[in-house]
């Protein structure tokens, strides 16, 4: 019995995450929260012949507290999303005041849930998350998570020519570090099965993965940026945490963790100097079991990679920080 919960439920990401949320077994209630639209969101998903019971809340009437309390798991991706022109950092403002109240929520009605942060820009929205839960008492970094799928997913993807997978997704690409331009960086050397990519194929490759979120924000010319894939994304983290947590061994997810609180994180923190950082990590019934540290094995071109990514998530981490003291 799984009670999932999706906060920013009405949106571009919402909707479809939602429907895939409602469509699988392994979910046996599902609550929706947003500031506009959930009734008319619910009531359409509540028709589909799947087991989870659906409910759709507004801010009013208590509606964060009926939807977050008996959470299990919360995946929150409320705010605004990007236009074109603007970096996931430009979101800050906006975003920050959204996820932090919504945190505070979780904090009081569902503290020990796993909770899911799509919200961009995830590099600092994380360390809000983290610092708020902390305030109230009840932080557990093994069940917060920066959701960076995407990335992964978008990996596995554009070097499909390399791996000869027919299904892409059965390729493993790590993609660790954060989740912005080039805090993003795609280890194609620690790919499985091995990747072939030509040496003059390489930097337009990692710019790809890095840079893909662009891609999406042209092409939709001003009327946002991933809802569809970002909703595969998040479901397919979302799906693999709630099968691990019911047991399943040897699940295996990059995703962007507060590195103090799970095993193997120390070892992380002392390579990168940072307290938050994307690793490819084993999830359990615990949520975050242990960070796998992959920084002892890459090859010289993700070395320089890395360096900017250490530089610009260094930023983002302390922004995220000092919002949460400083803001009421
Ligand atoms: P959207 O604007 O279509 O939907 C956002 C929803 O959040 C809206 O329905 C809005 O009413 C709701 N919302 C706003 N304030 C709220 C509050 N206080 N409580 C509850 N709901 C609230 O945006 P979209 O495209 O769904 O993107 C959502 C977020 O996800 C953006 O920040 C975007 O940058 C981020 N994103 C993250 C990705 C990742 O890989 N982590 C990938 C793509 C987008």
């Known amino acids: 019995m799984v009670k999932a919960v999706v906060l920013g439920a009405s949106g571009g990401i919402g909707q ?16 929706l929260y947003d500031v506009v639209n959930t009734p008319g969101v619910a009531a359409d998903l ?3 012949s799947s087991p989870a019971k659906i409910t759709g809340y507004l801010p009013k009437d208590d509606g964060l507290k009926n939807t977050l309390t008996g959470a299990d798991i919360v995946v929150i991706p409320a705010g605004i999303p990007r236009k074109p022109g603007m970096t996931r950092d430009d979101l800050f403002k906006i975003n920050a005041g959204i ?27 994380v360390p809000i998350s983290a610092e708020v839960l902390k305030a109230a008492g009840v932080f557990d970094a093994k069940r917060l998570f920066g959701v960076t799928t995407l990335d992964v997913v978008r990996a596995e993807t554009f070097v499909q020519e ?16 954060g989740h ?8 194609f050397s620690q790919a499985t099965p ?16 890095q840079f893909g979120g662009d891609e999406v924000v042209q092409a939709k010319d001003g009327a946002g940026s991933a809802t569809l894939s970002m909703a595969y994304a998040g479901f397919r983290f979302a799906e693999k945490l709630i099968k691990a947590a019911n047991g399943e061994k040897g699940i295996i997810e990059p995703t962007y963790i507060y590195l103090d609180g799970v095993a193997g994180g120390d070892e992380i923190k002392k390579h990168t100097g940072l307290d938050y950082f994307s690793v490819p990590v084993e999830l359990g019934p615990n949520g975050a079991e ?5 920084l002892t094995n890459v090859d ?16 983002n981490i302390e922004k995220g920080i000092e919002f949460a003291h400083n803001t009421p």
């Open 194 to 209: 091995k990747l072939d990519i030509p040496k003059e194929k390489y930097q337009d490759l990692v710019k790809r993965v």
């Open 99 to 125: 996820v932090k109240g919504l945190i505070e929520g979780c904090a009081q009605y569902c503290p020990k849930a796993f909770i899911l942060v799509i919200s961009n820009p995830v590099n600092s929205t």
């Open 16 to 31: 479809p995450l939602s429907l895939l949320l409602k469509a699988s077994p392994l979910f046996s209630e599902l609550a």
């Open 300 to 315: 010289a071109q993700e070395e320089e990679l890395l360096k900017a990514a250490y530089a610009g998530l260094k930023g």
């Open 162 to 177: 390399y791996s000869g997978k027919k299904n892409p997704s059965e390729a493993t690409v790590p993609v660790i570090g």
């Open 290 to 294: 242990k960070a796998i540290n992959p």
């Open 46 to 48: 509540s028709h589909i």
């Open 180 to 187: 912005s331009g080039e805090t993003i960086v795609p280890l």
